[in-house]
């Protein structure tokens, strides 16, 4: 199957505890994105990358780190320092040949702290 | 940088009936401006897009107008089906900015069946 494969789709977490988001896309897309998504607030940009061995921070980096060492996979730890972790969180792709500016999403992740 | 308002952020409507979602946004350089909708648990799926050198695209039961001079475009869906119901989010982005995208907040569309 082609496409973005989020995981784990529910995740628990311990107050002060880091977790990784897994994010893995077979379709060949330079850029790849973390966005979060809060109740009635939209999509949030958390960090991008549109070439492997480089990101950038986008408007609510604070708390998070990524890194990009394949072009398929782009993880998102949230860290300690996240003051609201609890959210639904969303991969998405860009680019290839026939680059449209569409951005494909993956399920999406929802992390819940407890 | 880029602001989209998007209204309203819910929206009730009887199956068969129309439903409009407006957005404006504030960047004059943006030229591209995609729909997503949103399923319950599930990613955002682009349903329709425009580009700035159009006024109106249509696909089906949905259309996309774009007035450029006011900064604001929306979306229609006609004869609306129970399975419309979901969160559509409007977006806006230009090269200037790298072809990011700025989402509008989102509108719970409901229909009634």
């Known amino acids: 199957d082609g496409g973005i494969t989020q995981s784990p789709k529910y995740l628990f977490r311990k107050e002060g505890q880091n977790v990784t988001l897994s994010c893995e896309q077979n379709?060949?897309?330079?850029?790849m994105y973390w966005y979060r998504q809060d109740p009635g607030q939209g999509l949030r940009l958390i960090y991008y990358?549109?070439?492997?061995?480089?990101?950038q921070k986008g408007d609510i980096a604070e708390g998070y780190s990524v890194s990009r060492e394949k072009k398929e996979s782009f993880p998102l730890t949230v860290t300690s320092a996240q003051k609201n972790p609890t959210a639904f969180y969303l991969c998405?792709?860009?680019?290839?040949?026939?680059?449209?500016?569409?951005?494909?999403f993956g399920e999406g992740s929802r992390l819940t702290v407890l | 940088g880029e602001n989209v308002e998007q209204h309203p952020s819910t929206l009730s409507v009887q199956e068969g009936d129309s439903a409009v979602i407006k957005c404006t946004y504030s960047?004059?350089?943006?030229?591209?401006f995609p729909w997503y909708k949103q399923e319950l648990g599930k990613g955002p799926q682009l349903i329709i897009d425009?580009?700035?050198?159009?006024g109106e695209k249509k696909d089906q039961r949905i259309a996309v107008t774009l007035n450029k001079t006011a900064k604001h475009f929306s979306l229609h869906i006609t004869e609306t089906q129970p399975e419309d119901s979901a969160v559509y989010f409007c977006?806006?982005?230009?090269?200037?900015?790298?072809?990011?995208?700025?989402f509008g907040g989102g509108t719970r569309l409901m229909v009634k069946p």
């Open positions: 998405a792709t860009n680019g290839g040949s026939s680059n449209t500016g569409e951005l494909f």
């Open positions: 379709l060949n897309h330079d850029a």
């Open positions: 990358s549109q070439i492997v061995n480089d990101f």
């Open positions: 960047d004059s350089a943006s030229n591209y």
């Open positions: 425009i580009r700035s050198n159009v």
């Open positions: 977006a806006a982005s230009n090269r200037n900015a790298g072809n990011m995208l700025t």
